[in-house]
C-alpha cells in the first residue's frame, strides 16, 4: 500500500487503531483479573496515542477532500466503537480511493 496520501495514512491509522482498542480490552481483563497493570498502561498509551492521530487524520482529510461533516462525524463514531474502525475501512475509507479491499 502507498503511505503517501493522507487518506492512505489515514487508513493504516484506523486499522493499527482498531487493533489497539481491541488489545485495550484484553489488557483490561489482565489488569483487573489478574492484577497485571504493566500492559494496560503500554496498551492505553499507544491507543492514545493512535485515537489522537486517527481524529488529526480525520481532520486533515476533511479539509483535503472536502468530506461532509456527516461523513466526519460517521467516522469519529466508528473510532470509539468496538471494531468500528474496520468497518469504516471497508465501507467508507476503501471506496474512496476505489479500491474494494481494506488495508
Do not use: C
Not at 17 to 33: D, R, V
Not at 36 to 63: C, D, E, R, S, T
Not at 83 to 102: M, P
Amino acid at each position: 500500500m502507498n503511505f503517501k496520501t493522507i487518506l492512505s495514512q489515514f487508513r493504516a491509522i484506523a486499522i493499527l487503531e482498531g487493533i489497539s482498542y481491541l488489545m485495550l480490552g484484553i489488557t483490561m481483563a489482565l489488569k483487573y483479573g489478574f492484577k497485571m497493570g504493566l500492559p494496560n498502561k503500554i496498551v492505553g498509551y499507544a491507543h492514545g496515542l493512535l485515537f489522537i492521530l486517527y481524529l488529526v487524520w480525520l481532520y486533515l482529510n476533511f479539509i483535503e477532500r472536502k468530506w461532509s461533516l456527516g461523513k466526519v462525524f460517521l467516522l469519529f463514531l466508528a473510532s470509539i466503537v468496538p471494531f468500528g474502525t474496520f468497518w469504516a475501512d471497508k465501507s467508507i475509507l476503501s471506496k474512496e480511493t476505489g479500491n474494494k479491499q481494506s488495508i
